[in-house]
């Protein structure tokens, strides 16, 4: 079969041939991909960077799709760490792991949409208790899974939603799905007083809005909780001591591994019909699985989810 087959960790995955996928357990079968979402995960899947990453190529990336099951069913499906990802024309999937779609969905909207509204979800509803009324800031909110994060952070009830990003021009776009307020990340002093920070940032940048808005607090014994998701800034923070102590600052991560893959699938079937129903603004940019190459690069500087399409 052909698919996007990755031989070397410094290059992008090449278009090409790959042995046809052999299911092997009890609730294994091999299904045809309609739509595989290029996600940074996938990237960093792909480069080796990922602290799942077992370096073992070559490899297939691909960590969830939209397909068609041997009874003629479309699903959504997460991965497995696995060498056989999405990024195929067959591949291998747990049904277990897995969703039966709506009749009509679409598949590009559904591959793009999941993985990045699916960050958010789950660390709201699986890895803090986030009671209605919150405040939420979102840092990286001008990024895919940022902007899905402000939507997400308001049909959970949230009372007020800071986006915080870099770009003015994303930022001006984002009042539109839910933000009741913007600001620039070297502004969050001004967003010293919320509940929940959901960070797709991290390294330096989210150290130094961390220290910025602890010190802006007017009440630091009232709890503030961290969620690191995204670290395109960076793998490290450096965090200052006095940042712990002085505060009542409870970070988390939200993940593989923190979460079990339990608990993400159980909420796959309401976060598909969400998405399904037009609960979330989606860009999405489909492109033929034969373009890998050029889509890699695109992906570096394109705000629209790529999608391929075997």
């Known amino acids: 079969m052909r698919a996007a087959v990755v031989t070397s960790f410094d290059s992008p995955p090449r278009y090409g041939e790959y042995p046809d996928p052999v299911a092997h357990g009890k609730d294994e079968v091999v299904v045809e991909v309609l739509a595989a979402g290029l996600h940074p995960r996938v990237r960093s899947q792909a480069d080796g960077s990922h602290y799942t990453s077992t370096d073992e190529l070559p490899l297939v990336p691909g960590v969830d799709a939209v397909v068609r099951d041997p009874k ?64 939420v800031l979102v840092l990286g909110a001008t990024g895919n899974a940022g902007r899905m994060a402000v939507q997400v952070a308001k049909r959970f009830g949230a009372a007020h939603v ?25 502004q969050l002093a001004a967003a010293c007083d919320v509940d929940v920070v959901i960070d797709y940032v991290w390294g330096e940048p989210s150290a130094r809005a961390m220290v910025d808005m602890l010190t802006a607090r007017r009440d630091r014994g009232a709890p503030i909780t961290w969620i690191q998701i995204g670290s395109v800034a960076g793998p490290t923070a450096p965090i200052p001591s006095a940042a712990l102590r002085s505060a009542r600052l409870n970070i988390v991560g939200s993940g593989i591994g923190s979460v079990p893959g339990r608990d993400f699938v159980k909420e796959l079937p309401k976060l598909a019909s969400a998405i399904a129903g037009g ?18 690069t695109d992906a570096a500087t394109t705000r629209d989810r790529i999608v391929l399409l075997p």
């Not at 990802?85 to 591959?111: C, F, K, Q, Y």
């Not at 949409?113 to 509803?125: E, I, K, T």
């Not at 539109?176 to 990340?185: E, F, H, I, P």
């Open 279 to 296: 609960a979330f603004d989606v860009r999405v940019r489909a492109l033929p699985l034969a373009d890998v190459e050029q889509a890699w």
């Open 72 to 135: 003629g069913r479309i699903r959504y499906t997460v991965m497995d760490d696995t060498t056989l990802g999405t990024m195929a024309e067959r591949t291998v999937i747990d049904l277990n792991r897995s969703v039966v779609l709506p009749h009509g969905i679409d598949p590009a909207l559904l591959a793009a949409a999941m993985n990045p509204v699916m960050s958010s979800w789950v660390a709201l509803r699986r890895r803090i208790d986030f009671p209605r009324k919150q405040r």
């Open 162 to 186: 800071i986006a915080a990003g870099r770009d003015e021009a994303l930022l001006a776009q984002l009042p539109a799905l839910g933000a009741d307020q913007t600001c620039r990340v070297d």
